[in-house]
């Protein structure tokens, strides 16, 4: 059932450059990619909370029932239309589907409901993809406006120099791969250190998590990935 969302879309700040910042069907080339992503992951390891994990002193999120807001109804939970490791410990409302959007912004417009935790992707004829997500912490949380400044396929991480002085024991680098907190792809925010990345920790989706980042799971990164390009606008709300 498609849900209606309402008209406007209110920015209430935008921050500048400086800031902290599968597909509908996969080719054979990005099945192995897929698989991998989905492949079982301990909670105990460097999986995606693994640097939430640092800050938070360990434990899983504790699910908060999400408040509607002006700018989108909240849409009721929905079958699971593509599945993967750990999706039986979602809230199904998180689950990518296609919604009903009225809105002012242009087809190919990420739009990121943070209060929400709901990722809209616009499409033509009133349409849009709407993925849930994992936000900012308290404190954590932001909003403005920015555009897609690069993409990468599993991408390897480096904490930055602020994370390090809290955190010493921190590896100064780590491959990308399955166990990488970025996940399967990551798409950079500006020249923010904000990114919209994966997470193999479906659990933690719908919750308050990140230091900043945007997360889905590995098989709506995926997906999201392949429909956007370098230079998409990106509205975090």
Same mark, same amino acid.
């Given at each position: 059932?498609?849900?209606?969302?309402?008209?406007?879309?209110?920015?209430?700040?935008?921050? /500048?450059?400086?800031?902290?910042?599968?597909?509908?069907?996969?080719?054979?080339?990005?099945?192995?990619?897929?698989?991998?992503?989905?492949?079982?992951?301990?909670?105990?390891?460097?999986? /995606?909370?693994?640097?939430?994990?640092?800050?938070? *002193?360990?434990?899983? &999120?504790?699910?908060?029932?999400?408040?509607?807001?002006?700018?989108?109804?909240?849409?009721?939970?929905?079958?699971?239309?593509?599945?993967?490791?750990?999706?039986?410990?979602?809230?199904?409302?998180?689950?990518?589907?296609?919604?009903?959007?009225?809105?002012?912004?242009?087809?190919? =417009?990420?739009?990121?409901?943070?209060?929400?935790?709901?990722?809209?992707?616009?499409?033509?004829?009133?349409?849009?993809?709407?993925?849930?997500?994992?936000?900012?912490?308290?404190?954590? =949380?932001?909003? *403005?406006?920015?555009?897609?400044?690069?993409? #990468?396929?599993?991408?390897?991480?480096? &904490?930055?120099?602020?994370?390090?002085?809290?955190?010493?024991?921190?590896?100064?680098?780590?491959?990308? *791969?399955?166990?990488?907190?970025?996940?399967?792809?990551?798409?950079?925010?500006?020249?923010?250190?904000?990114?919209?990345?994966?997470?193999?920790?479906?659990? =933690?989706?719908?919750?308050?998590?990140?230091? *900043?980042?945007?997360?889905?799971?590995?098989?709506?990164?995926?997906?999201?990935?392949?429909?956007?390009?370098?230079?998409? #606008?990106?509205?975090?709300?």
């Amino acid at each position: 059932m498609h849900r209606s969302v309402f008209p406007a879309i209110i920015i209430a700040a935008s921050i /500048g450059g400086t800031a902290w910042a599968e597909p509908l069907s996969l080719s054979p080339d990005e099945r192995p990619i897929l698989a991998a992503a989905q492949a079982p992951q301990p909670r105990s390891g460097l999986g /995606g909370g693994f640097i939430e994990y640092l800050f938070s *002193g360990g434990g899983e &999120p504790r699910y908060v029932e999400p408040q509607p807001n002006r700018a989108y109804a909240a849409a009721p939970a929905a079958a699971p239309q593509y599945e993967q490791q750990g999706d039986d410990q979602m809230d199904p409302r998180y689950l990518r589907q296609e919604v009903e959007y009225h809105g002012g912004e242009a087809p190919g =417009t990420i739009i990121i409901d943070t209060p929400n935790k709901f990722l809209y992707l616009v499409e033509p004829n009133g349409k849009a993809m709407r993925y849930g997500v994992g936000v900012g912490r308290p404190g954590f =949380t932001w909003a *403005g406006v920015h555009t897609i400044s690069a993409k #990468k396929e599993w991408p390897d991480w480096v &904490p930055p120099e602020e994370m390090l002085e809290r955190q010493p024991a921190l590896p100064h680098f780590m491959a990308g *791969g399955p166990g990488n907190p970025l996940g399967a792809r990551a798409m950079y925010l500006g020249s923010t250190l904000y990114r919209i990345h994966g997470s193999n920790e479906p659990w =933690t989706i719908g919750h308050n998590v990140s230091s *900043g980042c945007i997360r889905l799971r590995n098989a709506d990164v995926i997906d999201l990935y392949s429909r956007v390009k370098v230079g998409t #606008k990106v509205v975090v709300l």
